[in-house]
């Protein structure tokens, strides 16, 4: 057992082992193997190397600025070729540490979509929910990940940065494909690429038909700073195409698991239709126990001594967030659903410190919608096929077919 304040450190090779890809495998007990995991302390070793399980101290080291993020090591370790993408990997935000470039992306950001600014959005987010849903067929079975999930977060980009809407599916398939860089996989590398050759001239056609015909939406708030100043032409062309990738994707499986999960379950779904008012804390808490990202890594920047534990300078840090989200020191009964639960806290699924997601207000405000919109519209719906991969990176749904009208028909 190692202890997370005081006493002698220890070495990263000292500590215990959990085996988080044998937590994976089909057949694998994965509440058990991480339970069991807890009782051994906060930290763990895997042959991934160093692995925080507590969440206090993912919440701690997350904004530690003795840690670093490293975006181009999973580039790399992707087998990223010379060209665009790789260009444009090596300059955007994700790639930059604590430096002026990185504050001042972060900033540009935050005005546009940062809380206060989005909330203003949230009719509008939900007018075009409603749409969506009225726009799907009422047969047997429709299916909800590709129509709905993925439907609402490429259409809200259409929406922000002037696309017709027509170009949402491709949207959607563009950033899906984009994202399995965190697949950790390099099978999906040639599709990676490919998407973002695709996605280029497509972000530099946004911005010149922008400039030609302008409209009120979200990339003419960029252009407005790129005017005066605030953002390059390079910056505002690297922000569009960091929307596609960053604003879709996880956005629609946390849709399609919220889904998936609490109208698969007629109990918890009772409960949201008798109290909707219970429906962001019934999200958080379905997100706490089956969230999109399962492991973050940072670096250590320099040698450091955390909670007992030496950590040489370079060591790779997993936060281990399935693991976090189920810490018996912070949540009571952690593997139980609780909606109402007293001791519920900050998802880790959205990062921390100064790389923490500045699309978590607006993913929460489309999954809030989405199934407000749901509820309203299709008390009685049931999902006739739900099914989500799990890798020690990333939860994705699979497939999320849903009989829209279901008993009462
Ligand atoms: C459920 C949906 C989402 C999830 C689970 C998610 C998750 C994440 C995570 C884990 C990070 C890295 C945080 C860290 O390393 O500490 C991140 C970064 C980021 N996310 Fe999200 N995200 C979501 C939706 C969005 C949306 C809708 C947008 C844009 C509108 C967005 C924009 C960004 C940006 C720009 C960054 C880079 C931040 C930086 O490097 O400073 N995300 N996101």
């Not at 960053?246 to 919220?258: E, M, R």
């Not at 109208?263 to 089956?290: H, T, Y």
Request: charged share 20%; with cysteine.
């Amino acid at each position: 057992m190692v202890e997370s304040t005081g006493g002698n450190s220890i070495a990263i090779d000292e500590l215990p082992v959990i085996d988080v890809n044998a937590a994976y495998a089909p057949e694998a007990d994965f509440n058990a193997i991480v339970m069991a995991a807890h009782e051994n302390g906060p930290f763990a070793q895997s042959s991934r190397g160093f692995e925080v399980l507590g969440y206090k101290e993912c919440m701690a080291l997350m904004r530690d600025p003795r840690l670093h993020s490293d975006h181009m090591s999973l580039v790399n370790a992707m087998g990223f070729p010379e060209g665009p993408a790789m260009e444009f990997k090596k300059a955007m935000l994700l790639s930059h540490g604590r430096d002026e470039y990185r504050t001042k992306i972060r900033q540009a950001l935050t005005r546009a979509v940062g809380a206060s600014v989005i909330e203003k959005q949230r009719p509008m987010i939900r007018t075009l929910v409603g749409d969506i849903l009225n726009d799907l067929s009422q047969a047997s079975e429709s299916d909800l990940l590709h129509k709905f999930a993925f439907g609402v977060p490429s259409s809200l980009f259409c929406l922000w940065f002037g696309a017709p809407l027509e170009d949402a599916p491709w949207i959607a398939g563009l950033s899906d494909r984009i994202l399995k860089i965190f697949s950790f996989d390099r099978q999906y590398t040639p599709g990676i690429i490919s998407a973002y050759d695709e996605l280029f001239p497509y972000v530099q056609k946004r911005i010149d038909d922008a400039l030609e015909s302008p409209k009120d939406n979200l990339l003419a708030h960029f252009i407005a700073e790129n005017k005066a100043g605030h953002l390059t032409d390079t910056e505002l062309f690297h922000i569009v195409a960091m929307f596609n990738e960053a604003s879709t994707d996880n956005t629609a499986h946390g849709i399609a698991t919220a889904i998936g999960e609490l109208l698969g379950n007629r109990q918890r779904w009772q409960q949201l239709i008798d109290q909707p008012e219970l429906i962001p804390a019934a999200i958080n808490e379905n997100m706490r126990l089956s969230g999109r990202i399962n492991t973050l890594i940072r670096y250590a920047s320099q040698d450091i001594e955390y909670g007992g534990v030496e950590i040489p300078e370079g060591t790779g840090i997993s936060f281990f967030i399935p693991a976090a989200h189920r810490d018996p020191r912070v949540f009571s009964l952690p593997l139980e659903y609780d909606p109402t639960r007293t001791d519920a806290h900050n998802l880790l699924d959205f990062g921390g410190g100064v790389y923490t997601c500045l699309g978590k207000h607006v993913a929460m405000i489309e999954i809030q919608e989405a199934l407000a919109e749901l509820i309203s519209n299709y008390p009685n719906a049931q999902v006739t096929n739900f099914d989500i991969s799990s890798n020690p990176f990333v939860n994705e749904v699979a497939e999320l077919k849903v009989d829209l009208v279901g008993a009462s028909t």
